[in-house]
């Protein structure tokens, strides 16, 4: 197993760009999140899915969106990027007995 | 919302040595689960070890223990026989009900040589 995979690895955008980051797992899990890490802090919850069609929004959903339309894949849409929006993004995946794994993780730049 | 606090922004510890990292939260569900996560240099996120919330028994994981204090809402990590390894960052986190998790701001460890 590939177990979460994220793309692209990097990226650099300019103001006012949009771009889709990239989640996919392949451990059937349920439950999917997407976090964001500032530098020297915690990661904050963006948005998770409970399963295939269902979304909710976490703690700082402002400025994304999510849509989950397999167990597979979980992309993070970010539009008209801002410079507040530059950040480490990490994908992970669970099921129900809580233990969660990560992906490697997108650092995203906005100049 | 729950919240999660580690006052602890960095630490060090001589090799072989025992540390305890702290964190606190604050949540007013009843069932609920607590975490420890290593972050090292690559960034990647790694388990350390987890509590469920209606267990008494502290949990343990090789060289890592908990103390897990559910009336006082505390969570500390002990790391005993500390290795070079275990430099990094460590996030407390907490899951809630509603399958959301709440993580800390962190704690650095620094393991001397």
């Known amino acids: 197993n590939a177990g979460v995979t994220q793309t692209p690895k990097f990226r650099i955008l300019k103001i006012g760009q949009s771009m889709t980051l990239q989640c996919t797992q392949d451990m059937n899990h349920n439950y999917m999140y997407w976090y964001r890490q500032d530098p020297g802090m915690g990661l904050k919850l963006i948005y998770y899915s409970v399963g295939a069609g269902i979304t909710d929004k976490g703690e700082v959903p402002n400025g994304y969106n999510v849509s989950r339309s397999t167990t597979e894949d979980f992309p993070l849409r970010l539009e008209l990027a801002a410079p507040s929006q530059t950040s480490v993004y990490f994908c992970?995946?669970?099921?129900?007995?809580?233990?969660?794994?990560f992906g490697p993780g997108t650092r995203l730049t906005v100049l | 919302a729950q919240t999660v606090t580690q006052s602890q922004p960095e630490m060090s510890v001589q090799e072989a040595e025992t540390v305890t990292l702290s964190c606190t939260y604050d949540t007013s569900e009843n069932n609920y689960y607590l975490f420890w996560y290593k972050q090292p240099p690559s960034r990647q996120m790694i388990l350390v070890i987890r509590?469920?919330?209606?267990?008494?028994q502290n949990a343990t994981e090789n060289r890592f223990s908990v103390n897990f204090q559910k009336a006082a809402k505390s969570f500390s990590l002990k790391i005993s026989d500390s290795q070079l390894g275990d430099t990094a960052m460590y996030f407390c986190?907490?899951?809630?009900?509603?399958?959301?998790?709440?993580f800390g701001s962190g704690t650095k460890l620094n393991v001397k040589p």
């Open positions: 986190a907490l899951l809630d009900n509603f399958n959301k998790f709440y």
């Open positions: 509590q469920e919330a209606y267990k008494q």
């Open positions: 992970a995946s669970r099921v129900k007995t809580d233990t969660q794994y």
